[in-house]
């Protein structure tokens, strides 16, 4: 419903920025893999052992299997570090940019909502307050716009990585995956429905106390 207030240009650029914070999980798992590979690698230098298995699987993968073990723990270390920091600065900078581009439609929105509420009757305008008015004009656009939207476009970068990170998991240890996956859905589904109702009725209380309470200031 909240997307049904942006032209179908505009839902069209939310989901192009949405995919690409998808792909930015895809960052965060070679980072953590890395991480992994990486402490994998220092204990096989300390025991003076070769990597096997997987580990060598993924050493081949880099292309650095022949190196020596310094060189690929210094490799594979700036790896992970380039990685993780440029997907938490591309994270913030589109971030950002959501936020900038909902900001102005939300003005937007609000301007055009106070020039359709002016051409009503004045039988309408008299059917409802003037902080019901002022309301949904402005706050309520808010809402819609940075609460709703905005955390929406948030909460798909970290499904997603989640996923992505299960998918890399799962890959490395079947079992852990799973796991893991049961333990997080159960939480997810214990959260939602302790918090759900309850924080929407809590927002619509909210709503409505705070155009009584302006009523009452003016």
């Known amino acids: ?16 920025v949405a995919c690409i914070q998808v792909v930015l999980g895809i960052m965060d798992l070679v980072g953590v893999l890395c991480i992994g590979l990486l402490g994998t690698l220092s204990v096989s230098n300390i025991q003076g ?35 993780l920091v440029g997907r938490t600065l591309l994270s913030i900078f589109f971030t950002q940019r959501v936020l900038y ?15 359709s509420v002016l051409k009503q009757s004045l039988l309408f305008i008299q059917s409802k307050t003037t902080q019901e008015i002022l309301y949904a004009v402005t706050r309520g656009v808010e809402i819609i716009t940075l609460e709703i939207l905005a955390t929406s476009i948030v909460l798909v970068a970290d499904v997603s990585l989640l996923i992505i990170l299960l998918i890399g998991l799962l890959y490395i240890d079947p079992i852990a995956a799973v796991s893991v996956g049961v333990l997080f859905s ?30 009452k200031i003016v």
Do not use: H
Not at 1 to 16: A, Q, W
Not at 101 to 115: D, I, K, M, Y
Not at 186 to 214: C, D, F, P, W
């Open 186 to 215: 159960l939480i997810s589904i214990i959260l939602y429905l302790l918090m759900n109702v309850r924080a929407k009725r809590l927002g619509e209380k909210s709503t409505q106390l705070n155009i009584v309470s302006s009523e």
């Open 49 to 83: 052992s070769q990597p096997t298995g997987k580990i060598a699987v993924l050493l081949k993968t880099f292309g650095i299997e022949e190196m020596s073990s310094d060189s690929q723990l210094i490799l594979v270390g700036a790896l992970a570090i380039v990685l």
């Open 101 to 115: 581009f909902l900001s102005r439609r939300g003005a937007l929105l609000s301007a055009n909502l106070v020039s």
């Open 1 to 16: 419903r909240s997307l049904g207030i942006l032209s179908k240009s505009d839902r069209r650029k939310l989901f192009f």
